[in-house]
């Protein structure tokens, strides 16, 4: 497909477990962003990635998340020992330098 | 970057224009107006973004007042489907910081048979 896209759509983890969620950004896009998006709240930001650099990383709530994109590409959100409050979803996006951003639908993360 | 004000809620008639104010007093002069919507259950979805001209696209119209303090997007003939949460984000493209759009609550707009 043409979009962002981004596996699974839906996760549910038991406290404390480890998750990992994918993203496929739009052939060619050489920026690439997470959001996490609470329950009736806008998209807060998380990490941007340029390629494979990682240039800003302010927004990650803790030590426990973790973002990679090692190939410039396809990016992955790791959230190590998840806690209820991480419980959201979790946006993709991606654009060429300095245009519009595309966000794929989302992985919506549980944890009970 | 700036920060944005938005109503929290507006309804509008299918067919009929709707007009969504934004406040952005604090906007400097190199950072640009961007307007995105977000359906239910769906990733958020750019609409139009301005500098100091008003804008026009397939879908809406962008309106920047002479001051650039305050914005209107304008959704000339508005369906069912437009029933979205519509945000407002002021951005500036400083190359480290310009990917971290500031969605904030936006206006949820509900479109009326």
């Known amino acids: 497909g043409a979009g962002v896209s981004q596996s699974p759509r839906y996760k549910v983890a038991k406290r404390g477990q480890d998750v990992a969620l994918r993203c496929d950004p739009i052939s060619g896009h050489v920026s690439l962003f997470w959001y996490q998006q609470a329950l009736g709240q806008g998209p807060e930001f998380l990490t941007y990635f340029q390629n494979e650099a990682q240039l800003d990383k302010s927004g990650l709530p803790s030590d426990r998340f973790f973002a990679e994109r090692p190939e410039g590409s396809v990016s992955t959100l790791k959230i190590q020992r998840t806690q209820q409050e991480d419980s959201a979803v979790y946006l993709c996006a991606s654009s060429l330098s300095l245009s519009e951003a595309f966000f794929g639908q989302g992985t919506r993360l549980t944890v009970v | 970057d700036a920060k944005t004000t938005q109503p929290p809620s507006m309804d509008c008639a299918e067919g009929r224009a709707a007009n969504l104010p934004c406040n952005h007093s604090t906007i400097s002069g190199n950072e640009y107006v961007y307007w995105y919507r977000q359906i239910h259950s769906q990733g958020p979805q750019y609409i139009i973004h301005?500098?100091?001209n008003n804008e026009t696209n397939e879908m809406a119209s962008l309106i920047i007042t002479e001051d650039r303090k305050s914005s209107t997007l304008i959704l000339p003939h508005a369906t069912l489907r437009d029933t979205a949460v519509y945000y407002c984000i002021v951005r500036g493209f400083k190359t480290d910081s310009w990917g971290k759009l500031q969605f904030g609550a936006g206006t949820q707009v509900v479109v009326t048979p």
């Open positions: 301005g500098l100091k």
